[in-house]
């Protein structure tokens, strides 16, 4: 699937027809992701088709960007060593989402490295360690692992995730 590229989220996204499968993902891209862009809380950036139709939805899917900040003692303990005892910035890939009929094309993993150019985009000019993502289920937990997050808390639901920015770099530099 030959995907165009992501732009901030437009009033007119909140009215399109997107059904992810997850209300509460769904009811954020209607009632804030706009708002929240608008005061600066986190910036939503939508995917949209060409045009809407009943197999492809005008938004394909949506992620949002935030910053946030994590303990050294939430680190993985290979991560500690050199850190400050005091909290650091990290940016947070918050409410990815794909629509339900755009699921199992690649969406979703083309947001998400969307997401991270990105942050390593803004990590030139602002410090950020890396990036935290809050996997709600297994299924969304072994999708982020494969792009080389690692579990914060193993015990907790939803799971935070962190990348380093370091692997980040990596990543966007491969082929």
């Given at each position: 699937m030959d995907l165009p590229e992501t732009s901030h989220v437009e009033p007119e996204d909140a009215a399109a027809d997107f059904d992810s499968g997850v209300h509460a993902l769904d009811d954020f891209l209607r009632r804030h992701a706009v708002p929240n862009a608008d005061r600066g809380?986190?910036?939503t950036f939508v995917l949209r088709s060409a045009e809407g139709t009943a197999n492809a939805p005008r938004v394909l899917?949506?992620?949002?960007l935030s910053m946030a900040q994590i303990t050294r003692e939430a680190l993985p303990k290979e991560e500690?060593?050199?850190?400050?005892?005091?909290p650091m910035p990290v940016a947070l890939v918050g409410r990815l989402a794909v629509d339900r009929r755009a699921q199992g094309r690649g969406v979703g993993?083309?947001?998400l490295v969307d997401a991270l150019i990105r942050v390593a985009g803004a990590a030139t000019d602002v410090g950020c360690l890396g990036v935290i993502v809050d996997a709600k289920d297994e299924k969304a937990r072994h999708f982020y692992e494969h792009f080389g997050f690692s579990e914060l808390e193993p015990e907790v639901w939803p799971r935070r995730m962190y990348l380093p920015m370091a692997t980040v770099v990596r990543l966007l530099a491969e082929p």
């Open positions: 809380i986190g910036k899917g949506f992620y949002t500690r060593p050199g850190l400050p005892r005091y993993g083309r947001l």
